[in-house]
């Protein structure tokens, strides 16, 4: 992973170093050596044994963005009692793995491809016995990379559904809500179709708070249905199939022995790195405990307000979570580009700031840019280009603002995913 950025202050590369510091804490590969170790036929997951002499065959499988770099890991524990595996991955990230296929799918919305992944998983957990030991490596992104439908829908209701959800500001609890009604993998329905092979998950967790249900939309998590919140999606939105599963009233439909749920990463993580990364280079740390969420313009200029009160001289701002994105244009951009701009015309009022927003994925929306950064001299850069913050905002356009003022950041796939951080670095 190599991080592609100008930046044009010192605070500006302040915040960069720490963002790359943090990203090369958070690797998936990383995290699943630490939790994952063999010992002869004994395999402990994060302290937890298992006696592979139990099982005939021992298999990796998984799904999401970060699932090739856990693999690769994991494989590499495992050894010669790999049996084999399935990997699912978006587009763009797949490795060859000796023994394992590895399959791309559409993200963030789905298509053909999300559904023979779906198909192909249901497939593979459908012939596993009481024999099989599953290590299930999951991470986010598998909601859309991976889906199997209830037979009355078909693709155009899954990728209608899909953007008007993510045009919607929802969150993704809420968004899950209504996935989970159309699939026949999320909402435990995967965990229904492996039994009765045993499967332990390892989850490196997008979701603020962690909720097992809301990460890949729960695959192994059976809970009662919870209507969402149709002020943000009204369900006039959705086609009429939709609609009508969801007005039916479902039963709990998998039941299967409970499947354990290992941890390995999350945004406390990131935020933890970010302040040893600010030690390591003479920044006091500032982490906020409360999580970043919500309308992510407002996010951003909430935490520029918080910067210019504190007034603290070389120190760094640590905000971590995931906001939304309400679409009222037509621009290119994602939410954490669009927090860089939103704070772009008050940020000229300061001298050596900078305002830095990245996921730790490596992608921000449907753009191929992992987040963007302003500085005080960032709004001009833009006008001198030719770009309007005001006019930019409106049209959701913040790719196109950033990119007039060098305020892209690109990594590619990192091979993580433990949601955003945000970061405000005063350098004097």
């Known amino acids: 992973m190599k991080l592609i950025a100008k930046p044009a202050n010192t605070a500006s590369g302040l915040a960069l170093d720490i963002y790359s510091k943090v990203l090369d804490a958070v690797r998936a590969d990383r995290l ?16 937890q044994h298992i006696d592979l002499n139990h099982f005939n065959r021992v298999w990796i499988a998984g799904s999401g963005k970060a699932s090739v770099s856990m693999a690769k890991a994991a494989k590499e524990i495992l050894g010669d009692r790999l049996a084999g595996g399935l990997i699912i991955t978006k587009s763009g990230s797949a490795e060859p793995m000796d023994g394992i296929t590895v ?3 559409s993200h963030p919305i789905p298509d053909q491809s999300s559904l023979d992944a779906g198909d192909r998983m249901l497939e593979f957990a459908g012939g596993l016995n009481e ?15 991976m889906e199997s439908l209830r037979p009355s829908l078909d693709l155009g209701d899954l990728q ?4 008007v959800l993510l045009a919607s500001g929802a969150n993704i609890q809420a968004m899950n809500a209504i996935r989970t009604r159309l699939s026949r993998i999320k909402g435990g329905g995967l965990g229904a179709t492996f039994a009765p092979a045993t ?34 999606t009204p369900i006039t939105q959705f086609s009429p199939a939709v609609q009508s ?30 302040v040893d990364a600010c030690k390591a280079i003479g920044l006091l740390p500032l982490p906020f405990g409360d999580p970043m969420l919500g309308e992510a313009r407002d996010m951003a200029k909430s935490i520029l307000e918080h910067g210019v009160k504190r007034r603290r001289q070389e120190s760094c701002m640590i905000f971590g979570g995931e906001t939304t994105v309400t679409l009222r244009g037509t621009g290119l951009g994602g939410r954490c580009q669009e927090m860089a701009l939103a704070v772009a015309s008050p ?42 913050a005001e006019e930019s905002l409106a049209n959701n356009d913040s790719y196109g603002f950033l990119n007039a003022c060098d305020g892209l950041i690109f990594t590619g796939p990192t091979g993580s995913n433990v949601n955003d951080l945000a970061l405000f670095v005063r350098a004097s």
Do not use: W
């Open 103 to 105: 399959l791309e799918a």
């Open 245 to 274: 599963l969801l007005a039916y009233d479902f039963p709990i439909p998998h039941q299967f022995n409970p499947i354990p749920h290992h941890v390995i990463g999350s945004v406390s993580l990131a935020i933890h790195a970010a």
């Open 347 to 388: 940020m000229t009022r300061y001298l050596d700031v900078c305002f830095l927003a990245a996921g730790t994925d490596g992608a921000d929306g449907p753009t191929d840019a992992a987040g963007g950064f302003v500085d005080p001299l960032s709004l001009f850069r833009a006008q001198d280009a030719g770009f309007s």
């Open 32 to 47: 699943v050596g630490n939790a994952l170790e063999r010992v002869g036929d004994a395999l402990f997951v994060q302290g």
């Open 160 to 163: 209608d559904t899909n953007r």
């Open 199 to 232: 499967v332990v998950a390892l989850v490196l967790s997008d979701v603020v708070g962690n909720d097992l249900s809301a990460v890949g939309s729960g695959p192994f998590i059976t809970k009662p249905f919870q209507a969402p919140n149709y002020s943000q």
């Open 131 to 145: 024999k099989d030991l599953v290590i299930y490596l999951l991470s986010g992104g598998s909601s859309a990379m």
